[in-house]
């Protein structure tokens, strides 16, 4: 912790604290982080967005796991990671294409060096090590970062990845959002380590535990490491400690499995509140930057509204158009019959087909 | 409907997952009201959870489309917002009275209430997954073949051979039509049945299932939509003269959801016994002071209780079926039965093994005066492990209660009476009441629930003698 929950630099701080500029940008990210997050749980409740599990409270960590890397570098996100893919310049809209339901799932990963976002826990893990020993391989410079859960530290990708990543030296650094909830599941139920940086040292890499909610410290840990691993000295895995404010998804009740107080508590170390607290104690920031990084934040959400509530009509050939290079058999049949289907209706262009063709 | 060019309505969409309806709790905002983008303007309770729902729309309300307690369909209008101007462009073609129009075999409406209640049943089921409906669907799907629903209007006329059909989609649209894909000619190649031979099918239909659905609308209780009254769940059933159909409200359906499974679940078997609490009344009436009006009755019991839990561990517990074992608790959350405002709730008073009987006092005081009102935390409504249900207030002397699952007992106090009874070979009048205990046998046997409830009783009868051991 380089900055306390009052926003004051602890004993550490004041020898660690990035320069003013890094944190200025980083407290705009995070603005625009939790913007995005409260505009996206809105257009989830309007039925536009099939689901969000919002990453509101842990927007610290999402923003650093951005600001952190290269343009050369690799992000590979979860599920709940979407407001790091937007903080990596991902289009907000795009980046909400699989929590929407759009055919194709998203946007083009190669744009931003952004890989998809994964629901399966840690299977991004592996991806992730592979993309960075390959580049590794290669004689490029690219540091992969990997973000995943406490929930996913249980799962075998997990000890897979670590493991693989270790051994061969691959320029990865795993970055754990212990949020200390997997869906409903305590991090008491999910391990009996002391704590998930820990699991560092049975694959022979340095683990490191930060504070989560402090932006600060979060640039000053990742961005040792991955400058670590830039130097080939291979992966590291570090634990930002934070918590998911909100509900798992908005199918998710989290009063059932945790007290408000407990909530009261997190929400006491707002990662926003607590940097805004610091920079304006210290004169960087002043209402006028304020306010501008308020309207930027307003204009993502517009944004967001807009490309969510303009309706995309798909065209069914593209069910077929990218499954495979050269089309199988089967496909070309399958097309063919979707084609007679469709010119059956073309007497009656009704509504009842259209809205078929959205299904 | 008229969604004229100005107006445009927001369709309660699903809110969880694969949802299929919610009950709107209370409207944050009023016919004439100013809205803006995202405002929050109505709350709704689905099986998941309560939700603030957001106005996709800016402008003035023009109508609210169901009272609070409503039940609406998902896909039905919410609310309507006038002169807007921001937000999404409202669709007219999804308005609400051409959906109804395909809609309306039994067959599918039982199905959706079917779905309902598999909905209600799997609520703690939160997952990121996005399969839910489809899930629950496909499993329909295959339904035996005698149960199909057969077409009201086109007979039957092949045999038993199985249907040429390839697309899902077609027998879904035959199935909301209420079809039989095997009374309708294929044109498909390889004698196919496709999607317009359907629909083709439902046009000459469409006359008879027309006709049902004005008669539908005109039972519906005179709103303006009457797709957004609880009519829409309720009105495709006959109204019966001499009847009155009342929807049960989500409180009820959870705890007959909970009652039901208690009952079908759980052997329980009732042990009762009569007991003498003219020793414990007159402790009662001896500790009050003028400044302290002392312990309650009900605080002396929930002491001894605790203390008998104690000592029969087994009944402070619940069953883990799937492995077979009997997991008892460390801690005794003690239920207690309160007569809500909406109906009966069952609290717990949190940690009540680490309670004197004047602390147990000031936590029954406060826990059934704040569910009375519905003010019980959630935590305190789910965590307890045994129950303890006094009766006596609604002058009763037995009952055979039932174990609020998924605990396993449940102890009852009847009205204390005066009685005449035989102390010391003498006819005198005596403070009396009766215990009904009501246990699942599967946990132990009716000795040791006859143990437990004697440890209780003799404690009522002799509570000196108690006192001194706890």
Redesign the interface.
């Known amino acids: 912790m380089l900055l306390a929950p009052d926003g004051r630099p602890t004993a550490a701080g004041t020898a660690h604290l990035p320069p003013g500029e890094e944190l200025l940008r980083g407290l705009a990210g995070m603005v625009a982080a939790r913007r995005f997050n409260d505009q996206a749980g809105a257009l989830v409740r309007q039925g536009r967005l099939a689901v969000y599990p919002s990453s509101h409270g842990q927007e610290a960590c999402q923003v650093a796991a951005a600001q952190v890397l290269d343009g050369g570098d690799w992000l590979f996100p979860t599920y709940r990671d979407t407001a790091a893919a937007v903080a990596r310049g991902v289009d907000p809209v795009e980046v909400l294409g699989l929590l929407k339901g759009d055919w194709h799932s998203g946007y083009d990963p190669y744009e931003r060096r952004v890989a998809p976002l994964t629901t399966p826990l840690a299977t991004q893990l592996p991806h992730a090590v592979g993309v960075a020993h390959a580049a590794r391989l290669r004689g490029e410079s690219t540091v992969v970062l990997a973000l995943c859960g406490d929930g996913a530290t249980s799962e075998g990708d997990f000890h897979e990845a670590l493991n693989f990543a270790a051994v061969f030296r691959a320029p990865v650094v795993f970055f754990v959002q212990n949020n200390q909830y997997a869906i409903s599941v305590p991090l008491a139920r999910q391990t009996v380590a002391p704590s998930l940086a820990h699991k560092g040292v049975g694959y022979g890499i340095p683990g490191e535990q930060v504070d989560g909610n402090d932006l600060a410290a979060l640039l000053d840990v990742l961005s040792g490491a991955v400058a670590r691993a830039r130097a080939g000295e291979g992966p590291q895995l570090v634990e930002g400690r934070t918590y998911r404010i909100q509900a798992h998804t908005n199918a998710d009740d989290a009063t059932r499995y945790r007290p408000d107080d407990e909530v009261a508590a997190w929400v006491a170390k707002d990662p926003l509140v607590r940097l805004e607290a610091y920079l304006r104690a210290e004169g960087i920031l002043d209402d006028a930057r304020a306010a501008a990084f308020a309207d930027a934040a307003e204009q993502v959400a517009r944004r967001t509204r807009d490309g969510i509530n303009h309706d995309v009509v798909p065209d069914p050939d593209d069910l077929f158009r990218y499954v495979y290079a050269e089309p199988t058999p089967q496909l070309v049949e399958q097309l063919a019959l979707v084609h007679d289907e469709l010119g059956r209706d073309e007497s009656s262009q009704d509504e009842p087909s259209r809205a078929e063709a959205h299904r | 409907m008229t969604a004229t060019a100005t107006e445009q309505t ?8 694969g949802l299929t309806e919610a009950e709107v709790v209370r409207w944050l905002v009023a016919e004439g009201d100013a809205v803006a ?2 405002q929050p303007v109505v709350e709704v309770e689905t099986a ?9 729309y800016a402008g003035r309300v023009a109508a609210l489309h169901a009272a609070e307690g409503d039940l609406l369909e998902v896909g039905k209008p919410l609310i309507t917002v006038s002169a807007g101007g921001v ?2 462009e409202s ?1 007219p ?2 308005d609400p009275p ?1 959906e109804l129009e ?1 809609k309306g075999g039994s067959g599918d409406k039982q199905a959706a209430e079917a779905y309902r209640e598999e909905e209600r049943a799997g609520s ?1 089921n ?5 399969g839910t409906s489809e899930h629950a669907g496909s499993g329909r799907r295959r339904r035996p073949r005698g149960s199909r629903p057969t077409s009201p209007v086109v007979a039957a006329t092949a045999g038993d051979r199985p249907v040429k059909v ?2 899902p ?1 077609v027998r879904r649209l035959a199935r909301e039509a209420g079809l039989d894909l095997r009374a309708i000619a294929a044109s ?2 390889g004698g196919v049945v ?3 031979d359907v ?1 083709s099918a439902i046009e000459h239909a469409a006359p008879a299932s027309h006709r049902g659905a004005v008669a539908r609308g005109a039972v519906a209780r005179g709103a303006a939509a009457p797709s957004a009254s609880p009519g829409a769940v309720a009105s495709s059933v006959p109204d019966v003269p001499g009847e009155r159909r009342i929807p049960l409200s989500g409180f009820q359906r959870t705890a007959a959801k909970v009652l039901s499974r208690s009952r079908s679940e759980i052997p329980e078997a009732t042990v009762w016994v009569d007991v003498d609490a003219t020793a414990l009344w007159d402790l009662r009436e001896a500790s009050r002071t003028p400044a302290d009006t002392g312990p309650g009755l009900l605080a002396h019991l929930a002491r001894f209780v605790v203390a008998s839990l104690k000592e029969y561990p087994v009944l402070n517990a619940r069953l883990d079926v799937e492995r077979d074992e009997i997991v008892e608790f460390d801690r005794i959350n003690l239920g207690i039965a309160v007569q809500g405002e909406q109906g009966l709730v069952v609290p717990a008073v949190l940690g009540a093994d680490e309670m004197t009987t004047v602390e147990l006092d000031a936590a029954l005081r406060d826990l059934v005066a704040r569910a009375r009102v519905g003010k019980a935390t ?2 305190e409504l ?1 965590a307890g492990t045994f129950t303890l249900n006094s009766y006596g207030g609604f002058r009763v002397d037995g009952s055979a209660a039932i174990i609020n699952h998924p605990q396993v007992a449940i102890l009852g106090f009847g009205r204390i009476i005066d009685r005449p009874w035989v102390v010391d070979g003498e006819i005198v009048p005596r403070k009396i009441t009766q215990m009904s205990f009501v246990f699942d046998h599967r946990v132990c046997d009716g000795g040791t629930a006859a143990g437990f409830m004697r440890s209780v009783a003799d404690a009522i009868e002799n509570p000196l003698a108690a006192i001194v051991r706890l």
């Open positions: 927001f369709l309660l969409p699903d809110l969880g997952e983008v995202d998941k959870s309560v939700v603030e729902v957001p106005s996709p937000g999404p669709d073609e999804s051409l395909g703690g939160v997952l990121i997954g996005y390839i697309s989609i498909g190649a496709t999607r317009s629909r959630s935590e789910t």
